[in-house]
């Protein structure tokens, strides 16, 4: 059974920084996570930033330059930096590996909630 645990949410003011975490575990094949998505209270969840297994990284218009996307590998853990936070950043915040990265199986994290406070 895949799990995905993501870490590193809470309560920052704006206009400072925060990292999150995503560890994969639970499979036999080394699955990891490859997206990080956020949904707001009323609002669709949507894509924030991708690294796909080339490492190449793709970003929402609204958290380019801001937000880094990275991974280690051998811990199968997937990063999300956030500088420059706005309170419109707020949300809960989930990792996942698609449909098709490992099979026709999609996997999601619990979410971990961030909040920033203007």
């Known amino acids: 059974q895949v799990q995905l645990v993501e870490s590193g949410g809470g309560l920052v003011q704006a206009g400072r920084s925060m990292t999150l975490s995503c560890t994969a575990s639970?499979?036999?094949?080394?699955?990891?996570?490859i997206t990080w998505h956020r949904q707001a209270p009323g609002k669709q969840r949507e894509l924030v930033a991708e690294?796909?297994?080339?490492?190449?990284?793709t970003y929402a218009n609204s958290v380019k330059g801001r937000f880094t996307i990275s991974r280690d590998n051998a811990k199968r853990t997937l990063f999300l930096h956030m500088d420059r936070l706005d309170p419109e950043d707020g949300g809960v915040y989930y990792c996942?590996?698609?449909?098709?990265?490992?099979?026709?199986?999609?996997?999601w994290g619990q979410g971990t909630q961030v909040t920033v406070s203007s």
């Open positions: 996942n590996v698609p449909r098709g990265y490992y099979g026709p199986v999609e996997y």
């Open positions: 639970g499979s036999i094949i080394p699955i990891v996570p």
């Open positions: 690294l796909n297994i080339k490492g190449q990284a």
